[in-house]
């Protein structure tokens, strides 16, 4: 857990989530009860979201307001536009959410985590600037990339092979990579990071950690490291996670969940595969043939030469000043 200052004052309010699911029809959305009623009542929500947001900024009286998209930002920035407070908008998929479709009409500036082209934004007031991230993510040299193996009990003799779903895991991945285990160690060390959920029944038809294979529930410290060390990393493809891979440099697999809501993911990942900067794998075909998983990762570690021009490629997508562009757009949009 990461420590915040607690004399900054931290007000709750209510929000409601509109459930929408891009691997479905529209008309199969409607056809959901129980999906209509949750909409139904997420909307009752938004509403009392906006009245409590209203009454808090009228008693704190902000220069700007800042938000970073997600459905609790929705009631606030409504409340912030009714008050003509400035506001500032940050959207770090490759492609806006609901909540940052309707900000941005009222946003006084708005950044964006990828390229301009994937937004449908007015140019006069929106700025590419990345998405801010830790300064521990960037390019390992040679002897960095050693010494964090060493750190992490890794060999130093085989290709490190590391597979991470997110903080929650991703329990289709997982079961990808246990059924497969055996192919995958024989083309490198391999590290695992499972997800509490799936943890336990993981550990119990895998080999104890050693220094060529490790599983791991989550990781809180040290993460950079450990994906600085890889010759290869299979991630999902959530914007943030995305954006750090690319500032380490690393030949990079992404599975993306078609699930989430506005397909997000999918869309994220389709702009590092439009600039070859990533190797992109269908989660369902994955399923239905856990070998493409398989065949992906050795074809990344055959091809050092086209895997480290994927990883350059990817590199150039790093905005190492984001969290100061922000900054300066939050300060100079205030009253």
Same mark, same amino acid.
């Given at each position: 857990?990461?420590?915040?200052?607690?004399?900054?004052?931290?007000?709750?309010?209510?929000?409601?989530?509109? !459930?929408?699911?891009?691997?479905?029809?529209?008309?199969? &959305?409607?056809?959901?009860?129980?999906?209509?009623?949750?909409?139904?009542?997420?909307?009752?929500?938004?509403?009392? +979201?906006?009245?409590?947001?209203? *009454?808090?900024?009228?008693?704190?009286?902000?220069?700007?307001?800042?938000?970073?998209?997600?459905?609790?930002?929705?009631?606030?920035?409504?409340?912030?536009?009714?008050?003509?407070?400035?506001?500032?908008?940050?959207?770090?998929?490759?492609?806006?959410?609901? $909540?940052?479709?309707?900000?941005?009409?009222?946003?006084?500036?708005?950044?964006?985590?990828?390229?301009?082209?994937?937004?449908?934004?007015?140019?006069?007031? $929106?700025?590419?600037?990345?998405?801010?991230?830790?300064?521990?993510?960037?390019?390992?040299?040679?002897?960095?990339?050693? =010494?964090?193996?060493?750190?992490?009990?890794?060999?130093?003799?085989?290709?490190? %092979?590391?597979?991470? +779903?997110?903080?929650?895991? =991703?329990? !289709?991945?997982?079961?990808?990579?246990?059924?497969?285990?055996?192919?995958?160690?024989?083309?490198?060390?391999?590290?695992?990071?499972?997800?509490?959920?799936?943890?336990?029944?993981?550990?119990?038809?895998?080999?104890?950690?050693?220094?060529?294979? &490790?599983?791991?529930?989550?990781?809180?410290?040290?993460?950079?490291?450990?994906?600085?060390?890889?010759?290869?990393?299979?991630?999902?493809?959530? *914007?943030?996670?995305?954006?750090?891979?690319?500032?380490?440099?690393?030949?990079?697999?992404?599975?993306?969940?078609?699930?989430?809501?506005?397909?997000?993911?999918?869309?994220?990942?389709?702009?590092?595969?439009? =600039?070859?900067?990533?190797?992109?794998?269908?989660?369902?075909?994955?399923?239905?043939?856990?070998? %493409?998983?398989?065949?992906?990762?050795?074809?990344?570690?055959?091809?050092?030469?086209?895997?480290?021009?994927?990883?350059?490629?990817? *590199?150039?997508?790093?905005?190492?000043? =984001?969290?100061?562009?922000?900054?300066?757009?939050?300060?100079?949009?205030?009253?």
């Amino acid at each position: 857990m990461g420590h915040f200052d607690t004399s900054i004052p931290v007000q709750v309010i209510i929000a409601g989530k509109f !459930r929408r699911y891009y691997h479905l029809s529209v008309m199969r &959305q409607l056809l959901w009860p129980s999906l209509v009623l949750h909409n139904i009542f997420d909307g009752f929500l938004v509403g009392i +979201g906006f009245f409590q947001s209203l *009454a808090e900024l009228i008693i704190w009286r902000p220069n700007v307001v800042f938000t970073k998209g997600g459905y609790v930002c929705l009631p606030v920035g409504i409340a912030a536009r009714i008050l003509r407070i400035p506001l500032v908008i940050h959207d770090s998929d490759a492609h806006p959410g609901l $909540t940052n479709l309707i900000l941005s009409k009222w946003a006084t500036k708005i950044a964006t985590g990828a390229p301009l082209e994937y937004y449908p934004y007015p140019a006069s007031k $929106t700025r590419y600037v990345g998405i801010p991230i830790s300064s521990d993510f960037h390019e390992f040299t040679s002897d960095e990339r050693l =010494a964090a193996r060493e750190q992490w009990g890794i060999s130093q003799d085989h290709p490190l %092979i590391v597979v991470t +779903g997110g903080g929650l895991g =991703a329990q !289709r991945i997982n079961d990808t990579v246990a059924l497969e285990l055996d192919d995958l160690l024989k083309l490198g060390s391999l590290v695992l990071i499972s997800g509490t959920g799936q943890y336990d029944e993981l550990r119990s038809i895998t080999p104890p950690n050693n220094d060529r294979f &490790q599983l791991h529930s989550f990781i809180s410290k040290d993460m950079a490291t450990l994906l600085g060390a890889a010759d290869v990393v299979v991630a999902r493809a959530g *914007a943030t996670t995305i954006l750090e891979l690319a500032a380490l440099a690393r030949p990079t697999i992404l599975v993306p969940n078609a699930k989430l809501t506005g397909g997000h993911q999918l869309k994220n990942a389709a702009v590092y595969q439009k =600039a070859n900067a990533a190797v992109v794998i269908n989660e369902e075909e994955m399923i239905n043939d856990p070998q %493409i998983l398989l065949s992906a990762i050795k074809s990344v570690l055959s091809n050092p030469d086209e895997s480290d021009k994927m990883a350059q490629l990817f *590199a150039k997508f790093t905005r190492p000043d =984001a969290a100061r562009d922000v900054a300066d757009m939050i300060i100079s949009s205030a009253k």
